[in-house]
Nanobody, 123 residues
Framework: QVQLVESGGGLVQAGDSLKLSCAAS????????MGWFRQAPGKEREFVAT???????TYADSVKGRFTISRDNAKNTVYLQMNSLKPEDTAVYYC?????????????????WGQGTQVTVSS
């Protein structure tokens, strides 16, 4: 079993930055991928970014150039640096882990999920 714990959410103004963290513990595979998703009220959970130890990272078009995903393998932690935040970035942000190195973009491709952290961007 794997546990994921997110932190770093909060209330900010448009144009500000936030950095989310997600620490993984438990029985992770040696070459897992981690991702960030978000869900706004009344909307489906959507892909934000993913990082693989082997295949690098990729981003949703809506955050490309503003968000950066990174990972610290020694700490089993993934980060999401969010810059130039917009009101439309407001959502609950979830980290997820996939017990495979392949990059994945759909919720069902991930095996474990964190509890979510709220990010609110005011205009």
């Amino acid at each position: 079993q794997v546990q994921l714990v997110e932190s770093g959410g909060g209330l900010v103004q448009a144009g500000d930055s936030l950095k989310l963290s997600c620490a993984a513990s438990g029985r992770t595979s040696r070459t897992y991928a981690m991702g960030w998703f978000r869900q706004a009220p009344g909307k489906e959970r959507e892909f934000v970014a993913t990082v693989s130890w082997i295949y690098g990272n990729t981003y949703a078009d809506s955050v490309k150039g503003r968000f950066t995903i990174s990972r610290d393998n020694a700490k089993n932690t993934v980060y999401l640096q969010m810059n130039s935040l917009k009101p439309e970035d407001t959502a609950v942000y979830y980290c997820a882990l996939r017990q495979s190195a392949d990059l994945a973009y759909r919720t069902w491709e991930y095996d474990y999920w964190g509890q979510g952290t709220q990010v609110t961007v005011s205009s």
